[in-house]
């Protein structure tokens, strides 16, 4: 799912040292030559093999491609080998979309091939375009237009007098996970979904289509899973446990994570004349795309039927796992992963991610060759079935959950990987670290390193805030994680420190999850000499191979403690403007103000008094957050002080220090997991329920105050204390090992 990358890129491209190993000792070393072999050229080579031919979830190619990865890794002198799971894989058997009033018209449903792109004609391999996990259903309603069929689109509606039930709605592509679309339009009574890619998004708005431009063509269709990912991910029948072939499963009729109603995506060629057989009010100003018509809502006169059958059959996983023993502590594992299985060809989604982690994999067993030894035990893991919904590496990370949470030191996600400037997002105690890391890896396209880019990015995109902070602190801040690739099961049901990174932001796109995502548009429109596929491995190697070196593992607390701090400043805010709008909102009714501006030939429904959300008692947050950061500045002076004396203290006094530190993200978990969402674990971090992709901070209290469960949110508040006190706990008592040592 490259469109999280994206996400998690954006949001640390516009929101807002130390060096971790001596320069003498053997492992700056090894990093500095890990740098100097990535090479392009073979980059490119894995990425033509990879995505010649469509490799999804139960494809011979997806199978072919893990066999082939599993031989290059034992060539490069990795213990590999497969590690398979089966599960529910559902492939369309019936698709229909057709307008049967006021006039008659047939959805095509298919993307033609295009004669100078030689993939995009292997339609025997082809899986057409359709939403994964969509319940069977044959129905025939009126149509309704909502936007992004977003929770705040359906209050426009109501406002409106508009109502879903009943009806088959469809909403564009954009602004959240595809996945909400239909869960919401089920929960207002809707009885189908249809998902189009507006132009205006990611079509001829932007730039020329492909295959002139880059851009979604006429035919286009982004395909997608639409499973409810924030109420847990991975194959829907075994929520929790690893689907090894004789696990427990849900019947399909029992599995929460299933669509309500049928969906299908449609191109915007097929949406077209069911948009424009809409009448009713026209659409807000916002609402409206790039068609060459007058958007309106409906509901009808345009009515339309959706017939939607898959087979459900369970199918098998091929993760490819790769290991080098670690010659001092090999029970203690930095963990890296990027998926290989694609909607169609994926060329970008994934292969411009797993190339580059290939090429890491052959320098890393260059560096073996050399006789380098790394002290950690590296595992790399080249997960299948991501895109269904994080099947590959959920059901690993279930399987291994209790060895990862004793062994488990990090884990570092990539996917779609572009040209530009370098992202990052994920836990904070390891912001200083890939700060670090980006300030040895050149930039491609300047002769400025890939930070001082990213720094520079920072100045130029943000506000006045945005700006001095990223002039003047130390380090760039990196985002927080939602959800939309492999790191979820590591981040937020296992507990592992976790960094998501990729370069990008100076290609606009729109063949994401279409048959057009190949190697022809990739090398014509993209990072079309792989040079930024270097510059990811060489950022996440360098990240391996440091935290597999390092004496003291470099985990860093003040910038987490600072983090927490902003969250809780945040959240604060986030009520305070909740309650400031319900006493502005009451105000204005009394006042009249509704009554006096509706229009009476177009009314609104007038809003009605609320409830002032009541007052949250942040008290033992903010007491919690004072602790962490002063253990977090103690531990930061006891670090940098063994640190400046390594290697003078001995291995056997800093591993049990190490053993220990490896557990502190997993103090901000609790194994009660997310209100209404046990599966989740981690208590600073979580996808929205309604959002998908983009991130929720603190999120019991954040969703609490946002779902006006303001009970909730209060005893949300203690919980995280709790988890923050069990934080500040470890780190202390580190920090007074630390000190004894110096
Ligand atoms: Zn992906």
Not at 143 to 164: C, F, K, M, Q, T
Not at 636 to 648: C, E, F, G, H, Q
Not at 677 to 692: I, M, Q, S
Request: net charge negative; proline share 7%.
């Amino acid at each position: 799912m490259r469109s999280a990358v994206v996400c998690a890129l954006a949001f640390t491209l516009t929101a807002s040292s130390l060096r971790l190993v001596a320069q003498s000792s053997p492992a700056a070393a090894a990093d500095a030559r890990f740098r100097a072999i990535p090479d392009a050229k073979s980059i490119g080579d894995y990425m033509r093999r990879l995505s010649a031919r469509p490799h999804h979830v139960g494809s011979a190619y997806d199978k072919d491609n893990a066999e082939w990865m599993l031989a290059k890794l034992k060539e490069w002198g990795w213990d590999a080998r497969i590690e398979s799971f089966t599960v529910l894989f559902p492939t369309p058997k019936e698709r229909v979309v057709e307008l049967v009033a006021p006039t008659s018209f047939r959805a095509s449903l298919e993307e033609p091939a295009v004669a100078i792109d030689p993939t995009s004609n292997q339609k025997a391999e082809q899986l057409p375009p359709f939403n994964a996990y969509s319940i069977d259903g044959d129905v025939t309603a009126p149509l309704v237009y909502v936007n992004y069929g977003r929770p705040s689109d359906y209050e426009e509606l109501d406002a409106r007098g508009i109502s879903v039930k009943g009806a088959i709605v469809i909403a564009r592509y954009g602004a959240s996970w595809r996945g909400i679309k239909p869960k919401v339009a089920a929960e207002h009574g809707a009885v189908g979904c249809l998902i189009y890619s507006d132009p205006r998004d990611d079509g001829y708005f932007v730039d020329d289509v492909f295959p002139e431009g880059p851009m979604r063509n006429k035919t286009g269709v982004q395909r997608g899973s639409v499973l409810d990912m924030p109420l847990y991910p991975g194959d829907p029948l075994t929520p929790g446990i690893a689907a090894t072939p004789d696990a427990k499963r849900l019947d399909l009729k029992d599995a929460p994570t299933m669509t309500k109603i049928p969906v299908m995506p449609i191109s915007y060629g097929d949406a077209q004349p069911l948009l424009a057989a809409l009448k009713g009010p026209v659409a807000p100003p916002d609402w409206r795309g790039a068609l060459a018509m007058t958007y309106h809502i409906g509901p009808g006169p345009a009515r339309v039927h959706m017939k939607m059958t898959s087979s459900f059959d369970l199918k098998p996983l091929y993760n490819v796992i790769a290991t080098v023993p670690g010659s001092a502590y090999p029970n203690e594992w930095v963990v890296r992963g990027n998926h290989h299985d694609a909607w169609v060809n994926g060329a970008a989604d994934p292969v411009s991610g797993t190339g580059p982690m290939l090429e890491e994999a052959r320098a890393i067993g260059t560096l073996l060759t050399q006789g380098w030894r790394p002290k950690r035990t590296i595992v790399y893991t080249f997960w299948d079935g991501e895109e269904p919904m994080l099947l590959g590496s959920t059901e690993w990370v279930e399987q291994h959950d209790e060895e990862l949470r004793q062994k488990a030191a990090i884990y570092i996600n990539s996917d779609g990987n572009g040209r530009g400037f370098f992202g990052a997002a994920g836990s904070h105690s390891l912001e200083k670290f890939i700060n670090a890391v980006v300030k040895d890896v050149d930039d491609p396209e300047t002769k400025l390193t890939a930070w001082k880019r990213w720094q520079a990015n920072r100045i130029a995109g943000g506000s006045a805030e945005v700006k001095t902070e990223a002039r003047t602190r130390a380090d760039l801040r990196i985002g927080a994680l939602g959800s939309g690739s492999d790191y979820t099961p590591f981040l937020q049901h296992n507990g592992t420190a976790t960094l998501n990174i990729g370069f990008g932001g100076l290609d606009e796109d729109g063949i994401y999850h279409s048959v057009y995502d190949d190697f022809y548009h990739f090398t014509h429109f993209s990072d079309t000499d792989f040079a930024y596929g270097r510059a990811l491995a060489q950022t996440a190697g360098t990240a391996v191979i440091r935290f597999a070196d390092a004496d003291l593992l470099p985990y860093e607390f003040t910038n987490l403690a600072d983090t927490v701090q902003t969250y809780i400043k945040e959240l604060q805010a986030l009520l305070k403007q909740r309650q400031d709008a319900v006493k502005e909102r009451n105000r204005s009714i009394e006042e009249g103000v509704f009554a006096a501006i509706n229009d009476p030939k177009r009314p609104l429904k007038a809003p009605q008094i609320e409830d002032v959300p009541p007052e949250i008692n942040f008290a033992p947050l903010e007491n919690a957050s004072t602790k962490l950061t002063r253990a977090a500045e103690r531990y930061r002076k006891a670090s940098d002080a063994v640190r400046s004396k390594l290697p003078a203290s001995p291995a056997s006094a800093l591993q049990p220090i190490n053993a220990r530190l490896m557990q502190a993200e997993r103090q901000l978990t609790d194994p009660a997991g997310l209100p209404r969402r046990p599966w989740y674990r981690h208590l600073l971090y979580a996808p929205g329920f309604y959002t998908g992709y983009a991130v929720k901070t603190m999120p019991g209290v954040r969703e609490g105050i946002e779902e006006k469960k303001y009970d909730e949110a209060e005893s949300e508040v203690l919980r995280l204390a709790k988890a923050l006190d069990r934080e500040t706990a470890l780190i202390t008592s580190v920090a007074a090992d630390l000190e004894k040592l110096r």
